[in-house]
C-alpha cells in the first residue's frame, strides 16, 4: 500500500523559516561583559570593571527587547546579563575601596 502525505498534519509540513530562533548576539555580548567586568575588578581594573558592567546592563536591556520578538531567543541571557551588571558594579565599587 503507498503511503499517502497529508497536508493537514503539521509535522509533515516543512520548515518556512529554516528552522528554529535566530540567537540574540547582543545577548551573548552583554553576558560576556558581565564576566569581564568581574575579570577586570580581580586584575585591579575597577573602572573599566564599572563600564563593562554598565554595558552589560545596557546590552541585556536591549537583548531583552529583541527577544520579545518570537523568531529571536535569548532572553533568559539578556536577564542573567543585567543581573550580573548589577553585581559587578558592587563588586568593581567594593574592588576600589579595599
Do not use: C
Amino acid at each position: 500500500m503507498a503511503t499517502v502525505n497529508s497536508y493537514d498534519r503539521p509535522h509533515n509540513a516543512p520548515a518556512m523559516n529554516g528552522g528554529g530562533q535566530a540567537r540574540s548576539a547582543i545577548s551573548i555580548l552583554a553576558i560576556l561583559a558581565a564576566i569581564g567586568s568581574f575579570l577586570l575588578s580581580s586584575k585591579g581594573r575597577e573602572f573599566l570593571a564599572m563600564g563593562a558592567a554598565g554595558f552589560a546592563i545596557v546590552a541585556g536591556l536591549m537583548g531583552g527587547v529583541k527577544a520579545l520578538s518570537p523568531r529571536v531567543s535569548g532572553g533568559m541571557l539578556s536577564i542573567a546579563a543585567v543581573l550580573l551588571g548589577a553585581i559587578g558594579i558592587l563588586v568593581a565599587i567594593v574592588a576600589l575601596f579595599m
